[in-house]
């Protein structure tokens, strides 16, 4: 299946993914640097990084899967998104910049004390390293049945590099590698999908929706109408809440400005608004070019999730499949190392330094989150490993089911008090932990108590339910029973609001003062950008385009030489033109640094 020019792509992507941690490096002066890029980010690279680290190689595996089986269905999972973003936009973005600090937790203790603090930061990590873990042995067992290969060795080795990225290049590598992964991603689906469109058995988008299966155009086989607008629904309001909480601000602190925060948002949207057509194309054509997956990939135990690379196989040219597989790796990459940085980032902001060592220097606080990431690494590769071991001794059903179920219950109640947070001041303290624990009681009993006979009374949820209703019977019923439980005990403590020291109120009242004084209004504060890092971009990806147009040159029909050409020559231009419009910046910052010094 794979070429020589295949294996070639892949090797490259490795060593240049490995490439940017060690020029990265040195970059990180502290902390701040570490974790959140100095603060001096722009919005369309903390906006790109921010999207790579939206989705994983789900989108090209599981989700592949379901709309091979079902069509346009899973476009609800995808727009349910759209509605955060405008909520992030109207007013969320800026209050995130405007927190001022290095880690998000750091906002908490602001906002709920110290207390509220270490809660968080002991919850927090171990849901990180927990997905974390889970995401890992996703993608190694799509990579393991790809190349025939051993799952442990795959799974340590995508995991060292994961690490290694992280460790060494700090928010500064993460930023760098997601914004030159996107071009490539998005490169490669945009030429499967038009090459899957060119096929005469598909013939073009309208020969693709004339030919696709029955079963994509009647949901009633799997589902009712009703359980897919409470599903939209209840995903819409998860997902505003869930990404206007506090913990999700890592992204936004990394920007130069107010206004950037806010711009920041333009590549996501546009990315969950266009994105999901690009990803489906290839999955619908398989539908119509490969009936049978089981046959043809029959070392995975779900077929239907090889959907995308089936009718990546057929239509690519030499060397562009490995050029996916890479793709799908980076979109895995991106969430990961992203989840390194931040774990790291909670342990050392958040514990080592206000409990351990509150006099640290920056120096050791900076050599402390290198080994925290090593740590967090090794941490995730033990658990895919322990995930692996479970799969292959046929123990992973309950123990996965448990950890998975308790992980996204206890989501949303941490969501709840850390979204109101940012808007509604009158609250204690202990606002946050009793908040998080009543919505997990709750949600025990919607998954453990509630079935969906206990809906039948209302129109469209009686009964029989079909499997499909079932699972997105808990998703929604969850949001709307925890949802509210937790919203409504957060708002009741505000009668106790009052009882709270005057330390504590005048600390809230500090913070709230910070979110509506716009960033650059306090004293020391003056807005930047770092020039050395997106000309550092542009040199990358005119490095990686360069390379990817050199395959243009591989024996190929036309249109395979085309592929390359215009796809390595795209990468290359936006190389170029970053490198036009920052190198004399970046000169000049250089410049005007050596003369302070000289000074």
């Known amino acids: 299946m794979l070429t020589f020019f295949d294996y070639a792509n892949i090797v490259f992507y490795f060593a240049f993914i490995v490439g940017v941690g060690l020029y990265f490096a040195r970059k990180s002066k502290d902390t701040s640097d570490y974790f959140r890029g100095g603060g001096a980010l722009p919005w369309w690279v903390t906006g790109a990084s921010a999207w790579m680290a939206g989705f994983s190689a789900w989108t090209f595996t599981g989700a592949a899967g379901k709309i091979y089986d079902t069509g346009l269905y899973p476009l609800v999972l995808y727009y349910a998104n759209l509605a955060a973003a405008f909520v992030l936009f109207w007013g969320t973005a800026r209050r995130f910049r405007r927190m001022r600090v290095v880690t998000p937790l750091e906002a908490v203790r602001?906002?709920?004390?110290?207390?509220?603090?270490?809660?968080?930061?002991?919850?927090r990590l171990p849901i990180m390293v927990i997905f974390g873990g889970l995401g890992l042995n996703a993608v190694g067992v799509f990579m393991s049945a790809v190349f025939g290969v051993d799952l442990v060795p795959t799974l340590i080795f995508l995991g060292v590099v994961v690490t290694t990225v992280s460790l060494l290049g700090g928010s500064f590598g993460v930023a760098a590698s997601d914004f030159v992964q996107m071009l490539v991603v998005v490169?490669?689906?945009?030429?499967?999908?038009?090459?899957a469109l060119a096929q005469p058995a598909v013939g073009g988008l309208s020969g693709l929706f004339d030919k696709l299966p029955e079963r994509h155009f009647d949901w009633s086989e799997f589902t009712r109408p009703s359980f897919v607008i409470f599903w939209f629904l209840a995903l819409s309001i998860g997902n505003i809440i869930s990404?206007?909480?506090?913990?999700?601000?890592?992204?936004?602190?990394?920007?130069?400005?107010?206004?950037?925060?806010?711009?920041?948002?333009i590549i996501p949207f546009l990315g969950a608004l266009f994105g999901p057509i690009i990803w489906f194309i290839?999955?619908?054509?398989?539908?119509?070019?490969?009936?049978?997956?089981?046959?043809?990939?029959?070392?995975l135990p779900f077929p239907q999730e090889a959907a995308f690379l089936a009718t990546s196989q057929a239509v690519l040219p030499a060397g562009m499949l490995g050029l996916l597989i890479c793709g799908i790796f980076a979109a895995t990459l991106t969430t990961l190392d992203a989840s390194l940085n931040q774990s790291a980032g909670i342990f050392v902001r958040n514990f080592y330094l206000p409990i351990i060592n509150p006099?640290?220097?920056?120096?050791?606080?900076?050599?402390?989150?290198?080994?925290?990431?090593g740590v967090m690494g090794l941490l995730t590769i033990s658990l895919a490993l322990f995930v692996a071991w479970l799969r292959a001794t046929g123990r992973a059903g309950g123990l996965f089911d448990l950890i998975t179920q308790v992980a996204t219950s206890i989501m949303l109640p941490m969501s709840v008090p850390l979204f109101l947070g940012l808007y509604f001041r009158r609250t204690p303290g202990w606002s946050t932990w009793t908040t998080v624990l009543i919505g997990?009681?709750?949600?025990w009993f919607v998954k453990f108590r509630l079935v969906p006979a206990d809906f039948a009374f209302l129109p469209g949820f009686s009964g029989p339910h079909l499997p499909e209703e079932t699972t997105t019977f808990y998703i929604f019923a969850t949001i709307f029973i925890v949802g509210?439980?937790?919203?409504?005990?957060?708002?009741?403590?505000?009668?106790?609001?009052?009882r709270q020291p005057a330390a504590y109120r005048e600390e809230v009242d500090a913070f709230f003062n910070r979110l509506s004084t716009p960033y650059g209004g306090m004293d020391n504060e003056k807005p930047r950008e770092n020039f050395g890092l997106l000309l550092a971009i542009g040199k990358l990806s005119m490095i990686y385009g360069g390379f990817i147009g050199l395959f243009s040159f591989v024996p190929n029909s036309p249109t395979g030489r085309l592929c390359f050409l215009i796809g390595g020559g795209s990468i290359i231009a936006m190389g170029f033109l970053l490198f036009r419009i920052y190198k004399p910046k970046a000169a000049a910052a250089l410049a005007a640094a050596q003369l302070k010094r000289l000074e």
């Open 359 to 373: 006099d640290s220097s920056e120096r050791r606080l900076l050599i402390m989150s290198k080994l925290a990431t």
């Open 440 to 443: 997990l009681a709750t949600a």
């Open 282 to 299: 290839p999955s619908l054509s398989a539908a119509i070019t490969h009936p049978d997956l089981g046959t043809q990939f029959p070392a």
């Open 187 to 195: 490169t490669v689906a945009v030429v499967v999908s038009i090459l």
């Open 243 to 265: 990404q206007n909480s506090m913990d999700n601000s890592a992204k936004y602190l990394m920007l130069s400005s107010d206004r950037d925060a806010r711009k920041m948002l």
């Open 484 to 498: 509210p439980v937790c919203i409504g005990w957060f708002f009741l403590t505000s009668l106790f609001y009052q």
């Open 110 to 123: 602001l906002r709920f004390g110290p207390k509220s603090q270490q809660f968080y930061t002991w919850m």
